[in-house]
């Protein structure tokens, strides 16, 4: 039974399964192939897994949330902020999240949580210096829809393959350069880092796939949620053009975080790499969504 009352996304929810399968089924090959070129050091490989995926799972939302300046705020604080999320959640039947405020003038907010208990729920300085009340209650409804729809914790953990890899490939080749004079340690210095590569890539493509699609669909339960899919048109339009006239610099310390960000604080000129690389889908087609749900709510 659906617990809250942001729409359910069935196409959302298929991709998520079918994206963690095919993960899981990479995770299960790449261990295996590890455990088969690193015979001797399958126990460490082992516990290197378990620690960081229980780090990942549990400590990665905390992670996010300080390195991005989050504070947590109270309704005396930021009565505004608090508003907004209480009529939010008050709409979705679905219970407050942690409030939080970043330092930034960087127009952006995220929400990070495992699951709805843990859930943050954060916006920057400059994005309410620079956004009226209904456009902000859209992006916060926005924002929350990632952790209706859970998929706050199914990216973390689909991530958590990309991270292993990178720190497996670390682990043979210091494994493979100790064991430089055995028989064969050259092919293995080769095998382990390629092994590698091809696992992130392949969850790296995988993952970002999924972020596109659960940006759209965010947009999409947000719009239909509060029954004003024109706010959130324009907060996306009002952010992306604000984006261009912050400095590079600024822009590049928030990059890393694009994933959890409402809108992508750096975005290259649309091509077909770029968009097979970006965390968020393009601004025309979030646009173009979102015009589509105004015929339709005109409809009715």
């Known amino acids: 039974m659906q617990r809250n009352r942001f729409a359910p996304d069935r196409g959302l929810t298929s991709r998520m399964v079918v994206t963690m399968f ?12 590890l455990l088969a070129l690193l015979r001797g050091s399958w126990p ?52 407050k999240p942690k409030v939080a405020i970043a330092d930034s003038d960087v127009p ?11 859930t943050v729920v954060c916006a ?43 720190v497996i490939t670390r682990i043979g080749l210091w494994g493979g350069f100790r064991r430089a004079r055995d028989p064969g340690s050259a ?7 390629v092994v590698s590569a091809v696992v992130y890539a392949i969850s790296f493509l995988l993952t970002r796939m999924l972020s596109r ?8 339960s947000a719009a239909l949620l509060t029954g004003r899919p024109s706010a959130l048109a324009s907060a996306l339009t009002k952010v992306s053009g604000q984006l261009a006239a912050i400095p590079t610099k600024d822009l590049r310390k ?15 000129a649309p091509s ?18 979102l015009g589509r749900i105004t015929r339709e709510l005109d409809r009715r």
Not at 46 to 75: N, P, Y
């Open 108 to 118: 952006n907010a995220f929400a990070t949580g495992r699951n709805q208990k843990n």
């Open 213 to 220: 699609y659960r940006e759209l669909s965010a947009d999409r």
């Open 44 to 95: 460490i490989i082992l516990v290197i897994a378990g620690v960081l995926f229980v780090a990942q799972f549990w400590f990665s939302d905390r992670i996010a949330a300080f390195s991005m300046g989050a504070r947590e705020v109270t309704a005396e604080e930021a009565p505004e902020l608090h508003g907004v999320v209480d009529r939010i959640c008050a709409l979705a039947d679905m219970p």
């Open 22 to 33: 095919l993960i899981g089924l990479l995770y299960v090959v790449f261990v295996g192939a």
């Open 254 to 268: 928030a990059e890393p975080f694009n994933a959890f960000y409402f809108a992508p604080a750096l975005t290259s």
């Open 272 to 289: 077909g790499v770029s968009k097979l690389l970006s965390t968020h889908p393009t601004l025309e087609q979030r646009l173009e969504q």
């Open 187 to 193: 092919a293995l210095v080769i095998l382990v880092p």
């Open 124 to 166: 920057t300085t400059g994005l309410l210096r620079r956004l009226e009340p209904e456009e902000l209650e859209g992006v916060i409804a926005h924002e929350l829809s990632h952790v209706a729809h859970k998929d706050v914790a199914v990216m973390t953990i689909a991530s958590f393959l990309g991270i292993l890899a990178g």
